[in-house]
């Protein structure tokens, strides 16, 4: 007896991830100080008080976690995206340290919008993208950012 699988409504291949962003499991791949997108839902937000303002954000997306740094002055000007941010997309610096690899932040986008279309399930052979920094074929698009 065969017995097919059941697909969910939205696959990983349907994730709207932003253009050149880097999956979480693509983090070893560029070198130390190189420039990347990481995009991911904030499942962490620490702001230690012995951390001099430093917050640590760690991102997950379908293929893992990311550990972001944001240094006091970047807090200050993407602040509002830093607290409230649901889904976050994250330009920065790679930074690798005791086994531990880190974004240390240069920019911070809330995208949190695009998660109601991943909920709705109406992302998936959409003719109209209802967000602008999204690209038509949302397979893992490791490119770095230049």
């Known amino acids: ?10 696959s990983n291949r ?15 791949d560029p070198p130390e100080g190189a420039r990347v997108a990481v995009a991911g839902l904030v499942i962490l937000r620490q702001r230690p008080g012995t951390a001099k303002g ?5 991102l997950e997306d379908e293929t893992g976690i990311v550990n972001v740094v944001v240094w006091r002055a970047i807090y200050e000007r993407f602040r509002r995206a830093v607290i409230s941010g649901r889904l976050l997309r994250v330009t920065g610096r790679m930074q690798r ?10 920019e911070i ?9 991943l909920v709705r399930g ?14 038509s074929d949302f397979g893992h698009i490791a490119a770095l950012v230049e």
């Open 1 to 10: 007896m065969l017995v097919a699988p059941v697909r969910p409504t939205v």
């Open 109 to 117: 986008e809330d995208i949190s919008e695009m998660l109601d279309v």
């Open 97 to 106: 340290a005791h086994s531990v690899t880190h974004v240390i932040a240069e």
């Open 122 to 135: 109406e992302y998936a052979g959409a003719t109209e993208n209802p967000c602008k920094t999204l690209k």
């Open 14 to 28: 349907d994730w709207p991830r932003p253009p050149a962003c880097l999956p979480a499991k693509r983090l070893d």
């Open 54 to 58: 430093v917050i640590f954000l760690t």
